[in-house]
């Protein structure tokens, strides 16, 4: 394959977006009219699973197509290793030029993991333990898995929005200018462009003009909250840490009316992106994936942010269009991975596939639907043990609020219709999403189920230890103080890093 064969690839990753809350997926509130228009000129994937439903981990899977206990990397302060070969790797060894812009949450030296270029950075320290932390002003607190965030939210400004922006005209530039290179004949060469944006993430909170155009829309979610003695109790225990045993009314649809605005204000974002492509020529052969890291729960089952194997937030969307090579409007139910879109490209654009990667490409299923498709995804969820659950950066103080006495060794198997929902130390759940989309019904203790219960188990656990996992991660923890204690007094520089000012987070009213 020639350079002039080769696709553009532009890849699109927002972060936390529920696929629920996107027209093209079935919402009737949100306006997203740009991932509308993209899903109607490509296939819409309505079962794709992120590796891990957290941000670090789930990046450092998707982008090297390994699972997080082959990557060793389980929580939001772990680095990957350099060593490991990257998507971005893969095209730029068969002539493309990898360039990233925005949002990519990569921690250590290494801010790059194969790409040519990054433009905009991540708004955190590059080395966990940095004296250097982030300020998030009057809406401290509410980036993370905490009530604040529920109790802090409605009309202001988010400093992630104020970020993509900056992401958004950084991107226009570069495609600007790479469009002027292509029609002057100076360069014939495809462009790879990976975009991360923040939004719509937490803070709940949105500006004036998008949040009261969702006021009296946004409902109470779907599926109401159990009540705390009837949850699974890893649940319990998750809801018990967060704060949200019980949460009013108010801040409910507050947060929510907040998140839907948010959600049409990512697909702006996106829409800005996409029409400076389609401007400048490149849209016409060019692969387009839109996609984020990880889902939002928005109040479903009692639950906010992402870390449980809930559909709302472990699915992710996957919006996938290549003009001529991949049916336009079309949706799809099968399963996958979310790495599966990784080796689509890479097969697309002729790169080597990754020698590790646990990816399979689409490129056939997409352009054959009724051929044969596996349909099985896993996702994965650990963190430290309490005794060694200290906060991501040692200034902060407190315990990491993730971290749990034993640690938590969680992972998820979806086959068919099947869903089972492995908790180290308890008893697993499972669904069958076809009978129970919504998970209400937990089929656990169910006797007709007990072939299936035992199949599935026997599939999750298989090359995965969580006794193992757990000892791997006392071992990491101990070097990732003795790190970020390093951090703490030497105060290495940024290699790349987006500055976010603590007077970006307003609050105008909540």
Known sequence: ??????????????????????????????????????????????????????????????????????TEVWTNDQILNSAIPTYAHSLGAVGYEPIQIGRMHFNGVDQKHGFAKRLVGDHGPNYPGSPDTVDHGILS????????????????????????????????????????????????????????????????VARQADYDKYVGKVGMPKVP????????????????RTGIVSVTEEEIIRSRTAYWALCERTDALVGSILKALESNGILENAIVIYTSDHGEQAGEHGLWWKQTFYEDSVKVPAIISWPGHIQE????????????????????????????SNGRSLLSTLQHPNENWENIAFSEYCMS??????????????????????????????????????YHGY????????????????????????????????????????????????????????????????????????????????????
């Not at 462009?193 to 709940?204: A, D, I, N």
């Not at 909250?225 to 018990?240: A, D, F, L, S, V």
Request: glycine share 6%; with cysteine; hydrophobic share 30%.
């Open 141 to 204: 607190g509410t980036t993370g898995p905490a009530r604040v965030s529920l109790q802090k939210s409605g009309r202001g400004q988010n400093a992630y929005e104020v970020h993509d922006e900056e992401v958004e005209a950084a991107t226009i530039s570069y495609i600007d200018n790479i469009g002027k290179k292509i029609r002057s004949g100076s360069t014939t060469n495809p462009i790879s462009l990976s975009v991360g944006l923040m939004l719509p993430h937490q803070p709940f």
């Open 427 to 510: 008893q697993p759940q499972l669904f069958n999403l076809q009978d129970d989309p919504a998970e209400r019904l937990d089929r656990n203790n169910d006797p007709s189920c007990k072939g299936i219960k035992s199949e599935l188990l026997d599939r999750v656990l298989e090359n995965w230890d969580p006794d193992l996992i757990r000892t791997k991660m006392h071992t990491l923890k101990e070097e990732q103080i003795i790190s970020e204690d390093w951090a703490s007094n030497t105060a290495p520089k940024d290699e790349l890093r987006w500055e976010l000012d603590p007077n970006m987070d307003q609050l105008t009213e909540s």
């Open 225 to 240: 909250e159990e009540p705390i003695e009837n949850c699974h109790p890893y649940i319990r225990w998750w809801r018990e």
């Open 329 to 356: 409007n079309v949706t799809r139910d099968i399963v996958l991975n979310q790495f599966d879109l990784i080796s689509t490209i890479l097969e697309a654009s002729g790169a080597p596939d990754l020698p590790r």
């Open 1 to 70: 394959m020639t350079s002039n064969d080769r696709p553009h690839i532009i890849w699109i990753q927002s972060d936390q977006h529920n696929p629920a809350v996107i027209g093209a997926y079935g919402d009737s509130v949100v306006e997203t009219p740009n991932l509308d228009k993209l899903a109607s000129k490509g296939t819409l994937l309505r079962n794709a699973y992120c590796p891990s439903p957290i941000c670090v981990p789930s990046r450092m899977s998707l982008i090297t197509g390994m699972y997080p206990y082959q």
């Open 385 to 422: 043990d309490s005794e060694h659950g200290r906060a991501y950066s040692p200034n902060l103080g407190g315990d990491d609020i993730h971290a749990k006495p034993g640690g938590v060794q969680n992972r998820m198997i979806r086959s068919g219709p099947w869903k089972l929902n492995y």
